[in-house]
Each structure stands twice: as C-alpha cells, then as structure tokens.
C-alpha cells in the first residue's frame, strides 16, 4: 500500500506564491501523480497531472500560475502554485496512479477522479484578498 504524504501548505496574501510537496513511498518514476483540490461542500476538482516521462496537463484555471513537477531519486511530487487568488484557497491532495489515463482524463475533462489508486490526506492551502 503506497502513502502519500503532502506538506507546504500555508496562509498566504493573494499574489503569493506557495510550492507543495508530496512524498512517495513507491518509486515515483514508475508512477503517474497528480495534484486535486477540495473546498467543504464542493466537489473535488482535479488541478494538474504529470505522467512517467515528465509528460503534464493543468486544469485551466491554473495554467500559467502553477507548475507540477517531480523528482524520481527523492520520490517527491511538486506544485509550484504562482500569483495565488483566493478562489485558489482548499485543501490540496496528492494522488497517484500506475497509468496516465485516470488522471488526464479528471485534469482535461473533468472525469470522476474515485477510481484513481492512491491518495495523500490533503494540505491545507489559504489565499486571502
């Protein structure tokens, strides 16, 4: 069973820049990884995916503000989340799964993200105006 840990959460002012992390027990090369998002009673919203070979997708609220990227030898997922709003503000879990398809899908069509394999226990992430 893979844990995913996430940590880098914070309050920052709206413009601010935050850089999540998500720690993976697995290889992380061997895995396709993905950044989701949740306000309280609204659905999860998926932000962005990275597949094995480096290949991303952002969902487009947040194209050209926030980058994914991972580091295999360190096993390590990053959000780099630039000119942060306040609608930007939720809880952000990572999520990992062994093929790209799950996780495009829910990042460039809005797929339903429950099947994917595993997830973190979230971050909290707050942008105020």
């Known amino acids: 069973q893979a844990q995913l840990t996430e940590s880098g959460g914070g309050s920052v002012q709206s413009g601010g820049s935050l850089k999540l992390s998500c720690l993976m027990s697995y290889a992380l090369g061997r895995w396709c990884m993905g950044w989701f998002r949740q306000v309280p009673g609204k659905e999860r919203e998926a932000v962005a995916a990275i597949d094995r070979e480096g290949h991303t997708i952002y969902t487009k609220s947040v194209k050209g503000r926030f980058t994914i990227s991972k580091d295999n030898l360190k096993n390590i997922l990053y959000l780099q989340m630039n000119n942060l709003r306040p609608e930007d503000t939720a809880m952000y879990y990572c999520?990992?799964?062994?093929?790209?398809?799950?996780?495009?899908?829910?990042?460039?069509?809005?797929?339903?993200?429950?099947?994917?394999?595993?997830w973190g226990k979230g971050t909290l992430v707050t942008v105020s105006s």
């Open positions: 999520a990992g799964d062994p093929t790209p398809e799950r996780l495009f899908l829910a990042v460039g069509a809005g797929a339903n993200s429950d099947g994917i394999s595993y």
